[in-house]
């Protein structure tokens, strides 16, 4: 291992960040000049605990946990739907043609009625093989979700004005306990607000970059069809590769010992950091910090959140990033998917690289009904 | 040489800091959150340049171009003189024993009546080997020259807010154009106000830390003896060695190819930012960077600045400094000063470690009349 990647893990965790897997709390939502001071600046994460000055401005909190009344907002509302069989999306799975590597699976998105996607959300069974999360990246919050606007602060007023402008996007994101997102970064800075629910976050900062094994990774798509009630998982074409995190923190008993070999880094560096988001709390999840997400559903069986992104800037802090991660990962015993393995995968025909994953199950059959708008 | 290093210092000015050797230059005071937001988080520098706002908030622009006024107002004051042969004090000369290697020297420091000083600032002259420097790194400002505190800002208010508390340090600089102070960097967020005279910066992003090799060498101190006005350059006993940049930007013409050999990564790489700041105007100095000052002094012959000294956060961009200091520095054609010569010299007598530096010259009879308190 080499040394001075690990004093840099230990020293940003000694100076900063804390030798703890917590995060820092505050119990009252800081300045603009100290969250830009304290936290922005430092790329430092934190949790707004719920409290009388946080949970109670959000209408949304109380409001949210009624379907009946998301159900009547958004009558008329059409919606993204993530649609997986496992519960993954935008993340590593079995290669279709080569069940040996991995590929970069992304979820077949679905534009649906509101009503149809609660039913689908409700619907999930990860052993009938269907899972669906009404989530899409792209300022949904602010569009399909327009409705609802009126019951969320538009932003996040000390991170507006510290910052200096709105968020670049507000999304929304409608699931249960199935969906789970794989370790990942985003170039915004993140104020994530749980509304119902519960959201479970194990976070890495930047300089632990070469812990993640990022990868290429070929990039592949479910597809499904409501006719056969089946996912099929096929590579784009043309092909393409996405750096990705090879890191599962959660990995079955069965898998464990042979993911601590292959991710060393991983499991035998410090220890990650991991926050319970409830309702009615805010994680500032800082740019370029490592993160992977599950959630516990409310009483009804929904986990409800809103993420507003602010730009980040592109500064000495991404450069300083950027250096880091463009030296050699140190070496590990096992062979990492290499292009080579890419590059076979390419020359295999489009018709072998997918798999067909069989899904049964009673809300399969509502679904054909639905009026589907393909995207 | 290193590609990956050469990315990092082009990225950082593509990024953030420009590609030109020009420093940002402001017109009106940043608020404290423009401060933090584009500023201080980024760790890049600007110029608040002079105007109706800044100068005329300092009576010290006009009361201190009076030299009568400055001894009037301090006319009991004993303040810290550093004294050198050349005006290079806390930088690099020969070696004392062994001419063909370096040590790092000190001024000798002596406390003295501010008329004192001030004849010995006048009196300076480098062809007799006498420079004189008004200067402490110790809040002298706010100590030494308390008299002086009613004319000048006690902090700069922008940053205190910003930063959240007052400057930990306010210091003095009273010289002339022969003080020139070698690259180095300060663990202190700087605000750097030139009062009279000019000053003239070279600065380099921490990320160009490889630029400046930075080595062991062994401390020095000048002994000035009033009797004989001579300096002594005397190695530390015990010895101690101190880490220093070794680029000189300003080589003499003889040197510039040697130095061009020995210092490839400085003199091939990107050009070192450059800034002139007048009277009135203050620069940011974010810490970490590397600086290397020299001045003009005024029609009267002085130069006069005060600079304020803010806590930095030792934070993830520390860490990630440390990190790529300690990476090995490219491999040059020539032979640096090693652990071995350092060590050589400390096998040496005392007695040998040590130079004379002749002075003459009329001021050196009026220092011996003066009531010096020895440090």
Redesign the interface.
């Known amino acids: 291992m080499n040394p001075?990647?690990e004093?840099?893990w230990e020293?940003?965790r000694e100076?900063?960040l804390g030798t703890t897997p917590q995060i820092e709390r505050l119990h009252t939502p800081p300045t603009?000049?100290?969250f830009?001071?304290h936290y922005?600046?430092?790329?430092?994460p934190f949790i707004l605990s719920a409290s009388v000055a946080t949970t109670l401005q959000w209408p949304a909190t109380t409001l949210w946990t009624s379907t009946t009344y998301l159900l009547r907002a958004l009558a008329s509302s059409t919606v993204s739907l993530h649609l997986t069989p496992t519960g993954q999306a935008d993340s590593l799975t079995p290669h279709p043609s080569n069940p040996n590597s991995l590929c970069f699976a992304s979820a077949h998105v679905q534009r649906t009625s509101f009503s149809d996607a609660i039913d689908a959300i409700n619907a999930s069974n990860r052993s009938e093989g269907f899972v669906a999360y009404a989530q899409q990246q792209n300022d949904c919050f602010r569009e399909e979700y327009g409705a609802l606007a009126g019951d969320c602060d538009s932003h996040v007023s000390w991170a507006t004005?510290?910052?200096?402008g709105l968020p670049d996007a507000v999304n929304l994101w409608i699931g249960n306990d199935l969906s789970e997102t794989s370790f990942h970064k985003d170039h915004y800075e993140n104020l994530y607000a749980v509304v119902t629910g519960e959201k479970h976050f194990v976070l890495l900062?930047?300089?632990d970059v070469h812990r993640m094994y990022i990868r290429e990774y070929p990039a592949a798509k479910y597809n499904y069809s409501q006719e056969t009630e089946e996912f099929k998982l096929e590579l784009e074409n043309p092909l393409r590769t996405v750096p990705w995190c090879s890191v599962n923190p959660y990995p079955l008993a069965e898998n464990k010992e042979k993911e601590m070999s292959e991710f060393p880094l991983y499991y035998n560096g410090p220890k990650p950091f991991e926050v319970t988001v409830k309702a009615g709390e805010i994680l500032y999840l800082p740019s370029m910090w490592f993160h992977h997400v599950r959630q516990t559903p409310d009483n009804r069986g929904l986990t409800i959140a809103v993420n507003y992104w602010y730009d980040m800037?592109?500064?000495?802090?991404?450069?300083?990033?950027?250096?880091?991660q463009?030296?050699p990962a140190p070496k590990t015993s096992q062979n990492p998917l290499t292009k080579e393995n890419v590059r076979d995968g390419d020359e295999k025909h489009r018709e072998e690289s997918a798999i067909l994953i069989e899904r049964r199950g009673a809300w399969g059959e509502n679904m054909m009904q639905a009026s589907w708008i393909g995207i």
Chains 1, 2 share one sequence.
Not at 40 to 44: D, F, G, H, T, Y
Not at 161 to 164: C, D, K, Q, S, V
């Open positions: 001075n990647l004093n840099l020293e940003v100076l900063s603009p000049l100290q830009l001071r922005l600046s430092q790329n430092k004005e510290a910052i200096g900062p930047p300089t800037q592109f500064d000495i802090k991404y450069a300083y990033f950027n250096f880091l463009s030296l």
